[in-house]
């Protein structure tokens, strides 16, 4: 019974941190817009942490810098299991405008398993919400497959 | 009369401790002859005491002793006395069992230094002044060990004379408390001068009935030498340069016992002596000098970056606890004051032998140099929180017990005067003791939590004599604060007992029915009752404390509180790091003495007022005493 | 002998102690959150969502810093919740109190250090720098509002120690019967400073919004918990929730203690008594006992959360020591002279 309630409370209680990866600031206004009285994804649970260390899902925004990548490596270490990752925008997944550069070291794939992707540029704040949601299923799937 | 009569138990216990400092002067070469003469002075010395319980404490005895049997001819106390009453007896035990203590710490605390047999010479000589201090029953006598301990305390200050600022601090202790000797010497000339006796239960019978303004001038006289000795404000500077300089074993001495000592002069000088703890003058005297000191230090403490500093000034801010609760002049106020002053003698004996296992492991109290090391000496940590929470006032250790009677004791004085002036001392209290907590979360952080400096890597764990003369004081700090009532019943009032039972105190050293042929006026008996306001039973509430532990840890274990944890760091590396924003980890410590500078940005003027206050200058600190024996000389012939 | 244990077991573990704190406290703490989501034109998450982040939390890997002391990184949260616990058996609900005779309100004053306390022990073990910024402001919250408080309590004290005759009076049971007879002590004019300052302290003990410098997530990544996660970081949470009740319940007993007796005149008026009387009391006590909380809470913390944005720490002392000290001490100058 216990392990059953801990599996429906995941679902139901994702905790959000988020990592800039040399995001160009726009994601980052839309993923809070996310938890304004518009959207307010707090219904479903969604807060923002201020540490890994409390974190559920890490959401990456930006093009995975050089300076930033080791950095958001060990951000997403030190988030305990079960933990989602999401990409937001284009960028993480594609290096969008940025690609080719040279102090891009993306897709944020290369290095991580990341379990959604959010497209677009930026995408809606109803994409990024549905992008979380199915986050918070495969959540509850990992934390079912623990022991 | 048999030798090893109770009469003789008191000189005795004196005797065996300067006796071994004979010893070690002569044989003290030899390194296991000094350590078992210290170790088996100071326990025969506590042995000694411990014997008196029973009669004192539980019968009601009173011990007096004439040496070489010189009795009162004529009625007049010629010869030398010791007279113990259960007050003596409560400070003698005290004494008697600290000292052992910190010379069980010794043995291994001291076993670098140079020149060791001189360090037990003159720590017996001023364990042996302490134990004479309380013991005797003669003024004169009083001064003499006061001479004694204060001397051995400045040597022993400057022990470490290759330290920084030894020599200086030894130097200011021995200026002014010079002062304070002197002030004593005249005052007891004074007083001889006047009652032509320095007995002190014939000078009790005299004095108050016949209070002339050389009288009163010894009074305020004795009062500014015996604040001295206990480094009441506006002493109190002396006591942190002291303490920051003394090895540790030795600060335990100088606050947990010398300080007691002018606590007990202070409650024989105007108890006994002057008996004018009846005026309400004087009851303000003393409760506002407490208060001023308990605040005044607690603040001083937050500002220092020393721990053995912030120490010290803790410890003049709980003697201001103890002195503002004996001035209630209430039985409840005294008893609550003389367990806050047992109280105080373990926790701050058990802090400043933990400060003392720091410096011995890594060479400095600088809180802005020493963190993280808790992982290094975990034993050294759990008994310093221990000390720390007991000095905090966090149930369920002593310092908890001692201080909920105080509160009750100062608010039940206001209530009973309808003073409002005795609640300001309720609240002054309460805000220190949360002060007090503040500046040992400080140290907590600073030195034994946080980030470990790179230089104390290869930092080990104190040996274990040292952790055991800590273990005993945790052990009695906890002991102390669950059993209140068995501590308050067999200890504390029978002492405040006695210090109301002038009459028996007289009669019992000059013949019965002296006090009542002598005395002018009869004291004003006091109501003697124990009865408080609230009810405070530690062991129920430890009870309950335990079975809400349990039933959490059941409950976080249920929730796998702790299994998925335990894996080994993965190659990955950074998992198990400090989380610092996604850096690799750097040392940054946040400690120091700047930790609480949300508190210290408001009160910044304040505190800069106290920076520029404490000049360090020792004529400055000469001038502090000079003006406070003025004002107390005006007090005294104003209010006596 | 076995039943009397059995009893003071059922009442450490179920009423008035662990199950129900966790039970009313989560409640609260949901009820808040909700209420903060609606004053600002959000839905707001479910008001069982505490009890949702709770149990995920324990679900949760625990990751243990290599850096950290074990035992106190795992033991300060669990000392914390217990010591609060117990602190919510000393404090009676209405006529009914579990263990009121051991406690008082100094007591209590400071119990209530203990949890913050083991919080910033707890993250001082761990040696995150976010950790030592975090203690040192939480310390310095917590001085604050020990003033008020201390101020708060003596002032209720003197007041039903000066009707009752004995002069003073700390106990809690004590103060709680005087209101039950003698109507409630928000009633009297002038206890009414005291109980603003008291409604101004919950924010400041609990941690809640203007005075959550402590835990700020934004700047110092939620301070002392930067390092905490699992079950750990679940038992902070746990406690966070039982500590809204724990100061809620406090204000009710001190300020509204009379609604008890009314509770007792309705009971014992309708004709009722003995044993089906005592037990509708203590349902009714307890139902009126989270209604009140519920409605401090929102009065005390979801509206000022809603309205306020973060206090600077040394903002926090100065509006502690001056405007909340002062009334209190309006409070107890008042009570003092027997007004």
Partial sequence: MFKKLIEESTGKSPWLFHINAGSCNGCDIELVSVLTPRYDAERLGFKLAGSPRHADIVVVTGPITAQSLPRVLRSIEQVPEPRCIVTMGSCPQSGNVFRGSYSICGPLSKYVHVDVDVAGCTPKPEAVIDGLALATKILQEKRRAMK | MNMLSLQHFPIYSIMVLFLGAFLIVIFGKSKVFRHAVALLATFASFFFMAMLFKPVMLEGQTIAYWMGNRVPAGGYAIGIALEVDALSLFFGLLVSCVVFIACVYSIQYMSHDDNVPQYYTLFLMLAGGVMGLVLSGDLFNMFIMVEILTFAAVALTAFRNTANGALEAAFKYLVVGCIGSTCILAGTIMLYAQVHTLNLAQMSALIPGNLSTATKVAFALLFIGFCTKAFLVPFHPLAADAHGAAPASISVLISGVLTKSGIYGLIRLSYFLFQSMALGTMQFWLVFLGSVSMFVCVTMALAQHDFKRLLAFHSISQIGYVLASVGLCTAFGISAGLYHAMNHTLFKGLLFLAAGAVLHETGTTDLGKLGGLSRKMPHTTVLFLIGAFSISGIPPFNGFASKWMIYQATYQKAVETGNIGFLLVTICALVTSTLTLASFVKVTQSVFFGQLPKEYENVKEVPFGMRLAMGILAAMCLVTGLLPEAVTRYLTEPAARAVFAVTDYINNMMGAGYAQSAMTAPPAVQSVSFASAGVWSPISWLCLLMIALLAVSIVAIAGKYDRVSVKSPENLGGKYDLFYGGEQTVYSQVGGDDLFWGFKHNWRHYFSFMHELHSGVVNDYSLWAVVALALAIVYALIVL | ?339
Wanted: proline share 4%; glycine share 10%.
């Fill in chain 3, 1 to 339: 002998m076995i039943i009397e244990a059995l009893k003071y077991l059922a009442y450490v573990l179920i009423f008035p102690g662990f199950l129900f704190c966790f039970l009313t406290g989560m409640l609260l703490c949901g009820i808040d959150r909700k209420l903060v989501a609606r004053m600002q034109k959000r839905v707001g998450p479910p008001i069982l969502q505490p009890f949702y982040d709770f149990f995920k939390l324990c679900g949760k890997e625990t990751i243990i810093p290599a850096a950290a002391n074990r035992t106190v990184f795992l033991l300060a949260p669990l000392v914390g919740l217990a010591a609060l616990v117990v602190l919510q058996l000393f404090i009676p609900v209405f006529g009914f109190s579990a263990f009121s005779n051991v406690a008082d309100v100094i007591v209590i004053l400071y119990l209530l250090l203990i949890p913050a306390l083991s919080i910033m022990i707890g993250g001082a073990a761990t040696g995150s720098p976010y950790a030592g910024v975090g203690l040192s402001r939480e310390m310095v919250t917590v001085l604050s509002c020990e003033l008020p408080l201390v101020l708060v309590l003596l002032a209720v004290g003197k007041k039903v120690g000066a009707a009752t005759g004995s002069g003073l009076c700390f106990s809690l049971s004590e103060i709680v019967r005087y209101q039950m007879l003698n109507g409630s002590l928000l009633g009297k004019l002038s206890m009414l400073p005291a109980a603003a300052a008291f409604l101004m302290v919950i924010p400041g003990e609990t941690g809640s919004h203007p005075f959550d410098a402590a835990e700020a997530e934004t700047e110092i990544c939620e301070g002392m918990l930067a390092e905490y996660s699992g079950a750990p970081l679940g038992v902070y949470k746990l406690s966070h929730a039982v500590k809204l009740l724990t100061m809620t319940s406090l204000f009710v007993m001190l300020f509204l203690g009379g609604i008890g007796g009314a509770i007792q005149n309705l009971i014992l008026g309708a004709g009722l008594s003995g044993g089906a009387a005592g037990a509708l009391i203590i349902l009714l006590d307890v139902l009126v006992l989270f209604a009140l909380c519920a409605a401090i809470t929102a009065a005390a913390i979801s509206f000022v959360h809603a309205v306020t944005a973060r206090l600077k720490i040394e903002q926090i002392f100065k509006y502690y020591w001056t405007v909340v000290a002062a009334l209190a001490l309006v409070s107890l100058v008042l009570a003092w002279y027997g007004l």
